[in-house]
């Protein structure tokens, strides 16, 4: 189209919006990643205890004050598990409502690209601008993506808590189950849920 007044006030004010709910969006992708590295890197630590208490249990071996040594473990991921938490708090309470105006702007961007889409098939208007809608299609389903890889490792962590192994001769603490069972509530009443005002 020609380069008119209208056109240029149009796009020099709508292409900045565009271009900041992208970015802003992106943002919130970014965020979730980081607290996904951070559980996954705990699920991860949380398994190498397992495979160590299901070694000792297994072949009797290990050395003295294994268990106050498994425990002061569990502690310390505990305290990870935490600060992930308080991260994630503070992720919701500056984004809440950033992240439903953000999500609910893409909506509405993806439904007026599709109605003009099909105006201009519909009317045969030749135009090549289809693609734009491409962006806006695949950041909802990133930001849900990266919301769910966060939420599912939560479980997994619990998994490899009680697979370490509490009740051999080698891991017999009773201190050590009751960090166990300390941490397994941490996780119930302090789950990771990524959502916008509920």
């Not at 709508?14 to 951070?38: A, C, D, G, K, S």
């Amino acid at each position: 189209q020609a380069l008119t007044q209208h056109m240029l006030l149009f796009w020099s004010t709508y292409e900045p919006l565009v271009w900041l709910t992208y970015l802003r969006n992106l943002q919130f992708v970014l965020h979730l990643e980081l607290l996904r590295e951070q559980l996954t890197g705990l699920e991860r630590e949380m398994g190498l205890l397992a495979e160590y208490s299901r070694f000792a249990s297994e072949t009797g071996r290990s050395f003295p004050g294994f268990e106050s040594f498994l425990r002061r473990r569990l502690v310390q991921k505990q305290r990870i598990y935490s600060h992930v938490y308080d991260m994630l708090k503070c992720f919701q309470g500056a984004f809440n409502f950033s992240i439903l105006a953000v999500l609910l702007t893409i909506n509405i961007r993806i439904a007026v690209d599709c109605y003009f889409m099909y105006y201009s098939i519909y009317n045969n208007v030749i135009n090549n601008d289809y693609y734009l809608i491409v962006p806006a299609l695949l950041e909802i389903p990133a930001f849900i993506y990266a919301s769910q890889s966060c939420m599912v490792v939560v479980p997994r962590i619990a998994h490899q808590l009680h697979n370490i192994v509490t009740d051999s001769g080698c891991c017999s603490c009773p201190d050590l189950s009751l960090q166990i069972q300390n941490f397994s509530l941490q996780l119930l009443h302090q789950p990771i849920r990524i959502d916008c005002l509920g």
